[in-house]
């Protein structure tokens, strides 16, 4: 098969297609001929050589697809061949051909395309673990989550005010925050001429929100701690302002304050199955009410990785970057 191979750390051009040897799946695991697979910042980090694979799992890049299966494990029994799916991956989404644990393999939601079915997989269990399971943002209450138009972003504004949350984003363009208010975000600040925190408290009446999901990690960490209500939590899913800060540990305890980090890629395959099975259950009926829909910017072909890398980096894309093999 042809996969998306990095030949040496770097930029873009160091991705190269190549022909690669086909998975061997195993016997708890599925072969998806990819229709589509998405773009994830980590995919970026990892072209840099600073976040290898899992133990185990595929050198390629992607970590989400969506396809058809060919082949099935001798103990797979909810999946057959010819079956439509999407999946989570550990790697390996930037190919012609993946091999999957059955766990983290997803129906395609009626309603979804296929190919379009490939933005899901990684931004839907990357919201709920984080938001929901963990973090347990509920009606009636705030959320605030910076880069509102990234995939991320995008995804997380329709699935709050779905599950009933006041939605606060920030974004950089004002065309990208229009975007945003368009699906449902109902505070929009532009990141770069206003602060949000004081535009945070003046929205709430000087309380802050509830729950912040942050992509920025050390630049934003004091900001969003000062953002955030009495009993709030902070959920850290992104180091792209550093991994280091220093903070005042006293407003964490003034205002009874929860911080957590975690990466949806190192989990253990016994917990991404958990939490793929909540996705399912908890997110699929938004999708398939078209209450949450898929926002997709751009598709290229697989041959095409390195421009759509060099996209992904100038961040002048709104929702997810697709590659079709």
Not at 181 to 202: H, L, P, Q, S
Not at 217 to 243: T, V
């Amino acid at each position: 098969m042809k996969a998306v191979v990095i030949t040496t750390s770097g930029g873009p051009e160091v991705l190269q297609l190549q022909e690669v040897e086909d998975p061997q799946i195993k016997d708890d695991e599925v072969l998806i001929k990819i229709e589509a697979t998405a773009l994830n910042r980590a995919d970026t980090v990892q072209r840099k050589g600073s976040y290898p694979p899992p133990p185990g799992a595929s050198p390629y890049p992607g970590l989400e697809c969506s396809g058809t299966i060919l082949q099935v494990g001798n103990d797979v029994t909810r999946w057959k061949v010819g079956d439509q799916v999407c999946a989570l991956l550990g790697g390996g989404g930037y190919a012609e051909k993946v091999a999957v644990p059955a766990g983290h393999v997803l129906p395609v939601p009626s309603g979804v395309s296929l190919k379009d079915a490939a933005s899901f997989p990684e931004v839907a269990c990357t919201v709920w673990s984080t938001v929901f399971m963990t973090s347990r943002l509920s009606a009636g209450e705030t959320f605030l989550v910076h880069g509102g138009s990234s995939g991320i972003g995008t995804f997380a504004i329709q699935i709050a005010k779905y599950h009933g949350a006041k939605v606060f984003v920030t974004a950089g363009t004002e065309e990208k925050l229009a975007y945003c208010k368009d699906i449902g975000a109902d505070v929009c600040i532009n990141y770069k001429t206003e602060n949000f925190v004081a535009r945070v408290k003046e929205e709430t009446a000087g309380k802050g929100v509830d729950v912040i999901l942050d992509n920025m990690g050390g630049s934003y960490l004091q900001r969003n701690i000062d953002s955030l209500n009495l009993d709030g939590r902070l959920f850290i899913i992104g180091f792209q302002g550093g991994a280091t800060s220093q903070i005042s540990l006293a407003s964490l305890a003034a205002k009874r304050l929860t911080v957590q980090a975690a990466g949806l890629r190192s989990r253990t395959p016994e917990n991404k199955a958990v939490i793929v099975k909540e996705v399912e259950k908890n997110v699929w009926p938004a999708i398939i009410e078209k209450k949450v829909k898929p926002v997709i910017h751009k598709y290229f072909p697989l041959s095409q990785a390195a421009e759509a890398h060099q996209l992904m980096e100038s961040s002048k894309h709104i929702g997810k970057i697709l590659l079709l093999p």
